[in-house]
């Protein structure tokens, strides 16, 4: 889950929906009993979320590589099929701006967070024992 960058909600990964819904904080000044929306859907299971300095989020798609193969185009989501999202960057409304395509290859396996920092990605696994990153 992250923080809206002006604190008025959360977005939180439901990885077995393969959604991230928005949940606005409680605001004491319009009485907001923390309402539950859709944020975004997307083509495999959601994994950390993290916000950049604009405000942005990126969401690890560490799961169901294989499953999303067979699948195709099955899965309907909210932003345009690419062929192997590891990651994808929403803004605070919601869109996709941006997609780390894994390519299918073993450097960017089991993605499970993205971190942007100056531009950059670093890029972790809770299963694989790497570091990547990849430079502005």
């Known amino acids: ?3 809206s960058k002006d604190n008025s909600f959360i977005i939180v990964a439901e990885s077995t929906t393969f959604k991230i819904l928005k949940i606005q904080v409680r605001d004491s000044k319009t009485n907001n009993n923390n309402n539950i929306e859709p944020f975004a859907q997307v083509p495999r299971s ?3 979320i993290k916000r950049n300095n604009k405000g942005e989020f990126w969401v690890a798609q560490n799961s169901g590589r294989g499953l999303i193969q067979k699948l195709g185009n099955e899965i309907e989501t909210t932003l345009p099929w ?4 590891v990651a994808i960057k929403f803004d605070e409304k919601g869109r996709a701006i941006e997609v780390l395509d894994g390519e299918y290859g073993r450097q960017l396996d089991s993605v499970s967070e993205v971190e942007e ?3 950059s990605l670093w890029i972790g696994s809770a299963v694989q024992p790497y570091i990547g990153l990849i430079k502005a």
């Open 1 to 3: 889950m992250a923080l």
């Open 46 to 48: 959601p994994d950390n």
């Open 82 to 85: 690419n062929a192997d999202p």
């Open 117 to 119: 920092h100056e531009g």
